[in-house]
């Protein structure tokens, strides 16, 4: 490679990296976070290295030097919301659009004026388009609604939006071949990390699935992408919080930028991982291996034969559930399917035998200004029974407090001893209770359910996100 144009090249990035860093300085990590790598035919990035062209740079650069400031915030945006990392089971042309939308839209809201290009206005005109289907602008919701549209209608959008090749994206997914690998111990059953299938190759401008080797990577290589992947969430960690404290002017000029971070950084679980919040201590009658001594079992056998001299502990201190109180909202907005499916979805999780103690008690109530029926289960059939012969009561308004009196009402009555904890299934329309319970409380909501701001004391978990 030409030296000069090397050269060259590097002169071109740190005038980039300055413009960008004068608008943007609480991007200044992220924007200095690449090794710039001259051996593309097309920009391509993978987290670590910044691949490029240099002949195209320069000549890019010369007749339009905004084209290039846009195109290295356009890849950095990318590793802030670590798009990269979140391609599992998606079709990958689709996920490459939706990618490539999330960010261009973070760039025109930012309204930077060292990156308005020629197609800024389109851009634009096909974002305006796209919200008014999307409330919440984030990759993955853009990639739900990328699914319900014909192929030709992708094929007219992703030049629109294109910069920069992401077939690195799948060959990183490709050669760890799981997820857990990459994520280790930090996976809290996030969606984009919760599973162990093969990802698809694919290549950016088709975007179809190929069939081919499954090179694995070597420890070194695995631990040099996580290193990545943890750079860059603690680089996306610390932009939202400068963006809430210190540079708060600047937060509210990119708003776009901030919510999708606060989306980013909202913890995941997988519904069963939820239900364990809501668990309660106590010893069950199980064999209890952590705590049985071997050395002395087996030194008893050979010094008195057939008497060791301590026995396997026969109950061990388990969590599960013992007392619960699930309400469902019977107004007009959650009923039929909606209910039935989540009461299913419960149903399936608990008759895992590790769920439960011995005795248990959980309070199934319907309501909608007011209590409108009440259950009380006490064995996994009567669950069965209730979902199969339940019938919806209710459909009117909604009122949360209700509830909390009913159950509040419970606690001084001594009926609930080792009280687990509220769910409340609702699409979040009603009136909260002012004060904090004494109990743990979650609103769970359903798919696809609008953003709803529920109370600080409160659990918000969206089943959309199972």
Known sequence: MDEELIQISEEIFAYIRSQLTFHLRFMDLALNNYQLIPDALEYRCDGKFFHYPPIALIKTFRNNPNEMVRGYLHVVLHSVFQHLYFSKNRRMSLWNLAADIAVENVIEQLGLSCAETPASQEKQRQIAKIR??????????????????????????????YFDNHECWYEIRDSIGTSETLYGEENRDNPSASGGNRFEGATHDTG???????????????????????????????????????????????????????????????????????????????????????IFYTYGLNLYRNLPLIEPLEYQEMNNIRELVIAIDTSGSVQGDIVQDFLQKTYNIFQEKESFFSHFRIHILQCDMMIRDTAVITTMAEFEKYIETMEIKGLGGTDFRPVFSYVNEQIEQNVFRRFGGLLYFTDGDGVYPKYRPSYQCAFLFPKGNKEITVPPWAIRYSLEED
Do not use: C
């Open 132 to 161: 008014e289907k999307i409330p919440v602008f984030t990759a993955q919701k853009i990639y739900h609604y990328l699914e319900d549209l014909e192929t030709d209608q992708i094929k007219l959008l992703a030049p629109v939006f």
């Open 208 to 294: 179809e699935s190929q069939e081919g080797e499954d090179p694995h990577a070597s420890e070194e290589e695995i631990r040099q992408i996580r290193n990545a992947l943890k750079d860059w969430k603690e680089i996306s960690e610390k932009i939202g919080t400068d963006l809430e404290t210190f540079n708060r002017e600047e937060g509210e000029k990119a708003e776009a930028l901030v919510q999708s971070l606060k989306a980013l950084h909202r913890e995941k679980y997988s519904y069963r991982t939820f239900l364990r919040k809501f668990m309660s201590p106590g010893e069950k009658m199980k064999i209890s291996d952590e705590d049985f001594d071997l």
